[in-house]
């Protein structure tokens, strides 16, 4: 089982920056995938980013040089640094850590809101 403490989501203006970080509590084999997901309202959930223990990372074509995502292993925590951002970025974006690189994750945090106001 794995556990998640969510920050750092809010309200921000159009090409303003917003840092998301999530600390997992778990097993080293539970949490060598983390990344994030995000859903808007009507929308289904869009992988944005991933990175793995080793880090290699993984990016949406929409968030590509514009987010930047990092881990710290020592602290099982997951950073997802967001600048230049758009309204069409407003979401819950959402935390998850798998032992997989692929597939549905497993374990999933409780969401963040991120609103980008144009």
């Known amino acids: 089982q794995v556990e998640f403490a969510e920050s750092g989501g809010g309200l921000v203006q159009a090409g303003g920056s917003l840092r998301l970080s999530c600390a997992a509590s778990?097993?080293?084999?539970?949490?060598?995938?983390m990344g994030w997901y995000r859903q808007a309202p009507g929308d289904q959930r869009e992988k944005v980013a991933r990175i793995s223990r080793s880090g290699v990372t993984n990016y949406a074509d929409s968030v590509k040089g514009r987010f930047t995502i990092s881990r710290d292993n020592a602290k099982n925590t997951v950073y997802l640094q967001m600048n230049n951002l758009k309204p069409e970025d407003t979401a819950v974006y959402y935390c998850?850590?798998?032992?997989?690189?692929?597939?549905?994750?497993?374990?999933w945090g409780q969401g963040t809101q991120v609103t980008v106001s144009s």
């Open positions: 998850y850590a798998d032992q997989f690189w692929s597939g549905d994750p497993l374990y």
């Open positions: 778990g097993s080293t084999f539970s949490t060598n995938v």
